[in-house]
């Protein structure tokens, strides 16, 4: 059978879909993944990498060039939720759909009307002062120049996991959960190269796993269907073919 009327078939018999999913689920809202070509491990900034930038001990000391960063590459005010944001939320609020778990900081679920997101990297629309936690919100860090900072003098970081920190792990629990009570599990947008997130879809029992991404990933073989296409495209031609 053709891999989308499958997909199709899966998603119209399920009532506890979970989708799983990375940067490739909003690069058709323009905000580019990681590990593309033009990916934002592409960029250089003078020598350093991106992901050293976006590491505990440089943010530490280096915050100038952390948000200088995040003001050119991170952040996207402008991108909207798109077709694959906005099927994934339809099929939650039908009842088909349990939830999200998702590497993505960007809030483009919530912002389609997904209600239940598990954040696993955390949030760039949340911030707080890194030295007595009051929370901040986005738009008004954003407009101040260079470092942001607290009434407290501490430095305000975005609420997102930075290489050297660990998941939390309450998010971690709930997502293997949701994972682990599955019946069908699309799997979308994502290189899976990053751990301890890539282990996560090992928590899945059933035997409908959708891998969908436009390049091969190292989990391919686990998969029960695997389409290398454009995620909106998928995600829209079998929710029409569900109906
Ligand atoms: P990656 O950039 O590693 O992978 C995104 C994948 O999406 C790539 O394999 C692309 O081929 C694919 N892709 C891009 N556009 C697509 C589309 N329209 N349809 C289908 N596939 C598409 O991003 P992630 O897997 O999310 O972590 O990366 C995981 C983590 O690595 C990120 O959360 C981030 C990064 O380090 C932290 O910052 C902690």
């Not at 050297?164 to 994972?179: A, F, H, R, T, W």
């Not at 599955?182 to 928590?203: C, E, K």
Request: aromatic residues 10%; hydrophobic residues 35%.
């Amino acid at each position: 059978m053709d891999k989308i009327k499958q997909l199709s078939h899966w998603i119209a018999d399920a009532n506890r879909i979970v989708f799983f999913g990375g940067a490739g689920c909003s690069t058709e809202s323009g905000i580019p993944d990681f590990r593309s070509g033009n990916g934002l491990y592409s960029k250089h900034y003078g020598q350093l990498s991106a992901e050293t930038i976006l590491s505990h001990s440089f943010f530490q000391k280096e915050p100038e060039l952390f948000y200088d960063f995040y003001r050119k590459y991170l952040y996207f005010p402008n991108a909207v939720p798109n077709r694959a944001h906005k099927i994934l939320a339809k099929l939650e609020e039908q009842g088909k759909l349990l939830g999200i778990v998702t590497q993505n900081i960007d809030n483009l679920h919530q912002e389609a009307g997904s209600k239940n997101v598990k954040e696993l990297h955390g949030s760039l629309s949340r911030n707080y002062c890194s030295t007595c936690k009051v929370p901040y919100d986005t738009e008004d860090i954003i407009s101040l120049e260079g470092v942001p900072r607290c009434e407290c003098g501490g430095i305000i970081r975005p609420d997102i996991v930075l290489y050297e920190e660990s998941l939390d792990s309450m998010v971690i629990e709930e997502s293997l959960q949701m994972i682990y009570d599955a019946d069908v599990l699309i799997v979308g947008g994502t290189s899976l190269a990053v751990s301890p997130a890539n282990s996560f879809i090992r928590y899945y029992r059933g035997n409908q796993l959708a891998l969908i991404n436009l390049s091969s990933t190292p989990f391919d073989y686990k998969a029960d269907l695997v389409i290398h296409e454009k995620l909106g495209d998928v995600l829209e031609q079998a929710y029409e073919g569900a109906l």
